[in-house]
C-alpha cells in the first residue's frame, strides 16, 4: 500500500479540549507534513518536520516525529469549532521521485 | 505564495464523454505536478506524477489510457478522463511542487474538480 495509518480514524470532541491525532508510515522519510481538508475543498498545508527532528510547533499545533517508530502525532490545543476538518500526514520519501504520500487521515469534528 | 488554480471546480458529464480538468500554477513555474483521486472520507491516492516537457508516471493501476495527463509547459498540466464512466466519479485533484528551500520542497494544491459521470 502507498499509504500509512492514522487513529484515530474519526474524532469527536468538545470545544476547548485538546485534539490528538497519529500517523504511522512504513518507508524512510526525508520529512512529513500534516495537511488539513474542509469538506469537498484542496488541501491546506499546516506544518513539516524533517525527519532530523522530534518536535515542532506552530501556533496551536504541536507535531512530533519518531523515526524509530515511523510514527508522528499532531495535536491541536484549546480547539475550536472552526477546527472540523480531515486531517492527514503525508510522506516525502527519501529515495525515488519527491512525490507527497498521504495518510488515511482522521475526521475531527468539534463540538461547541 | 505559491498559488495553483484548478479548473473546473465541478463538472457533469454523460457517461462516454471526456472531460479535461486544468491544472495552472499562476505565480511560479512548476516542473512537476502530481494528479490525486479521492474518494468520499478516503484519502488522497496519488494517480501519477506530471513532469514538464516528458510523459507522466503513473501509480501502479492506473490506465494511463484512461488518463490522460499532458504537461506541456511549465505553468499548466491537463488531465483527461477518457470515456468517463460513473465509476469515474470522484474527487480529482491537483498539487505542484514548490522549492522551498536549499533541501527541501513544498507542495501546493488545487482546489479540486467534483466530477459526476451520468
Known amino acids: 500500500s502507498q499509504q500509512g495509518e492514522e487513529d484515530p480514524q474519526a474524532l469527536s470532541i468538545q470545544e476547548g479540549e485538546n485534539a490528538t491525532m497519529n500517523c504511522s508510515y512504513k518507508t524512510s522519510i526525508n520529512n512529513l507534513q500534516w495537511y488539513r481538508q474542509n469538506s469537498g475543498r484542496g488541501l491546506v498545508h499546516l506544518i513539516l518536520?524533517?525527519?532530523?527532528?522530534r518536535e515542532k510547533h506552530s501556533g496551536r499545533l504541536r507535531v512530533t516525529l519518531d523515526t524509530s517508530k515511523k510514527s508522528s502525532s499532531l495535536l491541536i490545543t484549546a480547539s475550536r469549532a472552526a477546527d472540523t476538518a480531515s486531517y492527514f500526514c503525508?510522506?516525502?520519501?527519501?529515495?525515488?521521485?519527491?512525490?507527497?504520500?498521504f495518510g488515511q487521515g482522521t475526521r475531527l469534528t468539534i463540538n461547541p | 505564495g505559491a498559488v495553483v488554480s484548478q479548473h473546473p471546480s465541478r463538472v457533469i458529464c454523460k457517461s462516454g464523454t471526456s472531460v479535461k480538468i486544468e491544472c495552472r500554477s499562476l505565480?511560479?513555474?512548476?516542473?512537476?505536478m502530481f494528479w490525486y483521486r479521492q474518494f468520499p472520507k478516503k484519502s488522497l491516492m496519488l494517480m501519477a506524477t506530471?513532469?514538464?516537457?516528458?510523459?507522466?508516471?503513473?501509480e501502479q493501476g492506473v490506465e494511463k489510457d484512461k488518463f490522460l495527463i499532458n504537461h506541456a509547459s511549465l505553468t499548466l498540466s491537463t488531465l483527461t478522463v477518457t470515456s468517463a464512466h460513473p465509476e469515474d466519479s470522484s474527487f480529482y485533484i491537483c498539487s505542484a511542487r514548490v522549492q522551498g528551500g536549499p533541501d527541501f520542497y513544498g507542495y501546493t494544491f488545487g482546489s479540486g474538480t467534483r466530477l459526476t459521470v451520468v
Open positions: 518536520i524533517r525527519s532530523n527532528e
Open positions: 505565480d511560479f513555474q512548476a516542473t512537476t
Open positions: 503525508a510522506t516525502v520519501r527519501i529515495q525515488g521521485a519527491q512525490k507527497l504520500v
Open positions: 506530471s513532469n514538464e516537457g516528458s510523459k507522466a508516471t503513473y
